[in-house]
């Protein structure tokens, strides 16, 4: 599998410090998502591409978390990391119970 990886669903973050953060992938996917009018898919389906999304988050929120780490305690971007990724780590930890269900 050289210059190739798979995307892992990883709810613990054990294997995201190995994965390489390539975001044109993430991107095209949302890019595609958004632009849907009338999608048909399968529940399945939208879990699925919710795994590969929220898999993607946590690899981005882990390598913050490691960059913020290394910062002087004095500095304010440290801060402002442990607030966002606080944030990130209430929504991408909350139920996505609403897969596959037509907003009301």
């Known amino acids: 599998m050289n210059g190739t990886h798979v995307v892992l669903h990883d ?6 410090a190995q ?3 390539v975001r044109a992938p993430h991107e095209a996917l949302v890019t595609a ?8 898919l399968t529940p399945r389906d939208y879990q ?18 490691r960059h913020a780490a290394v910062l002087p305690k004095d500095d304010g971007r440290g801060a402002l990391a442990e607030v966002v990724l606080r944030e990130t780590d209430g929504c991408l930890s909350a139920p996505s119970d609403r897969l596959g269900r037509e907003a009301p």
């Open 11 to 16: 709810p613990h973050g054990q294997n995201e």
């Open 19 to 21: 994965l390489p953060l």
């Open 33 to 40: 998502v958004l632009a849907w009018k009338a999608p048909r």
């Open 48 to 65: 699925q591409i919710a795994l590969h999304l929220t898999g993607h988050a946590r690899a981005v929120a882990a390598g913050v978390r």
